[in-house]
């Protein structure tokens, strides 16, 4: 089983309507998620972290974190061909104090004018 | 303004040469990482390290060494370089916590092994 789980899409959604991309990771040990954004030919950019059960919201994007289902996802609210990206799932999972941040497979994400 | 610097955007080696790709960052942090990117298949982690020094292995290590010397300074090596090891390798940063931090990225380097 991988350590993280994304459906590699594409995923293609209207403009102005709600994108959902999901995560599930392995480890119950995992302390922090993430969020990444990735235009074509460039880094990864952060978009949002959670660490706590429930939705954390910030502008149009909100996080959902379910540890009990090991489930993380991203709802882009009114989204806007601009959100076009592979969007990257992240966990941190902490081996015996140190940091190993493990990134699923990203989702490909268009929005349709 | 945060910095992740990798020595080269772009590089082509000769299948059996040693190469190695450098990473260095300025924020003072303890952990470091380096990915390879494939299409369809994320960022998979090579090796990590949290301390100078010390180093772990990740999802991918075969064919592949790192050296942590200095806390800012964290290099990866292809000990005998492989067609199958073209790839996109980004390096990123940490800093110590488990809770709310943020990796950060160099640009990337594009290696071609021909």
């Known amino acids: 089983q991988k350590e993280v789980e994304q459906n590699s899409g594409p995923l293609s959604v209207p403009e102005g309507a709600i994108a959902s991309l999901n995560c599930t990771y392995s480890d119950r040990g995992s302390q922090s998620f993430f969020w990444y954004r990735q235009y074509s030919g460039k880094s990864p950019e952060l978009i949002m972290f959670i660490y706590s059960n429930g939705d954390k919201e910030d502008g149009r994007f909100t996080a959902q974190l379910n540890k009990a289902s090991q489930y993380v996802s991203l709802l882009i609210r009114d989204s806007q061909p601009s959100d076009s990206a592979t969007y990257l799932c992240?966990?941190?999972?902490?081996?015996?104090?140190?940091?190993?941040?493990?990134f699923g497979q990203g989702t490909r994400l268009t929005i349709n004018p | 303004d945060v910095k992740v610097t990798q020595s080269s955007r772009y590089l082509v080696k000769r299948t059996g040469e040693k190469v190695f790709l450098e990473c260095v960052q300025d924020?003072?942090?303890?952990?470091m990482f380096w990915y390879r990117q494939d299409p369809g298949l994320g960022l998979r982690l090579i090796y990590f390290s949290y301390d100078v020094k010390m180093k772990e292995k990740g999802d991918i290590p075969e064919g592949y060494s790192v050296s942590r010397e200095k806390k800012e300074r964290f290099s990866l090596i292809l000990e005998s370089a492989s067609t199958n090891q073209t790839s996109m390798y980004l390096c990123?940063?940490?800093?110590?916590?488990?809770?709310?931090?943020?990796?950060?990225f160099g640009q990337g380097t594009r290696l071609t092994v021909v």
């Open positions: 990123a940063s940490m800093s110590e916590g488990s809770m709310n931090t943020e990796a950060f």
């Open positions: 924020m003072d942090h303890e952990n």
């Open positions: 992240a966990v941190n999972i902490p081996p015996y104090g140190a940091q190993k941040l493990v």
